[in-house]
């Protein structure tokens, strides 16, 4: 897939979540296009998506909820979703400090993996960070992942 593709996925993506999240829709955006990244290009896909405003600036002490509600929306949309949503809640702890708001199924240097964005924050902050995390999906392995304040 070339970067002019990839771009354009992306800026799909991002508009339908500012669609739904102004639509009261889900604060949570799933993808299976087959898509094929390098890490810059994830790096990439995490500078450029941004938390749904029902999340974004919100207070810590509201994450654990705002989890559980992203983790029930990616179970119902059953597949990938689902399978996505268990692997979350078998391979990442709830803190109380994040809640997804991104996760894809693709292929990131030649490896099938779960791309997952979350919104974060200190504990007794607001959530105003971001955080990406590429887990092998065979392994469950972190492939990458960094953190935007």
Same mark, same amino acid.
């Given at each position: 897939?070339?970067?002019?593709?990839?771009?354009?996925?992306? #800026?799909?993506?991002?508009?339908?979540?500012?669609?739904?999240?102004?639509?009261?829709?889900?604060?949570?955006?799933?993808?299976?296009?087959? #898509?094929?990244?390098?890490? +810059?290009?994830?790096? #990439?896909?995490?500078?450029?998506?941004?938390?749904p405003d029902s999340i974004r600036d919100e207070?810590?002490?509201?994450?654990?909820?705002?989890?559980? $509600?992203?983790?029930? +929306? =990616?179970?119902?949309?059953?597949?990938?979703?689902? +399978?996505?949503a268990e692997f979350i809640t078998r391979s =990442?702890? $709830?803190?109380?400090?994040?809640?997804?708001?991104?996760? +894809? #199924?693709?292929?990131?240097?030649?490896?099938?993996?779960?791309?997952?964005?979350?919104?974060?924050?200190?504990e007794g902050g607001i959530m105003d960070s971001?955080?990406?995390?590429?887990? $092998?999906?065979?392994?469950?392995?972190?492939?990458?992942?960094?953190?935007?304040?």
């Amino acid at each position: 897939m070339g970067v002019r593709a990839i771009a354009t996925s992306l #800026a799909t993506v991002l508009l339908v979540s500012l669609f739904l999240a102004g639509c009261g829709g889900p604060d949570v955006t799933f993808v299976s296009e087959g #898509a094929s990244y390098s890490l +810059e290009q994830v790096e #990439a896909l995490h500078l450029s998506a941004t938390p749904p405003d029902s999340i974004r600036d919100e207070p810590v002490s509201t994450a654990s909820e705002r989890r559980r $509600d992203a983790l029930v +929306e =990616l179970r119902s949309r059953g597949g990938e979703a689902a +399978e996505l949503a268990e692997f979350i809640t078998r391979s =990442l702890t $709830d803190t109380g400090r994040s809640v997804p708001y991104y996760g +894809e #199924a693709a292929v990131v240097e030649d490896t099938s993996a779960w791309i997952l964005l979350e919104a974060w924050g200190p504990e007794g902050g607001i959530m105003d960070s971001t955080r990406l995390w590429v887990f $092998d999906r065979g392994s469950g392995a972190v492939l990458y992942s960094s953190s935007n304040r």
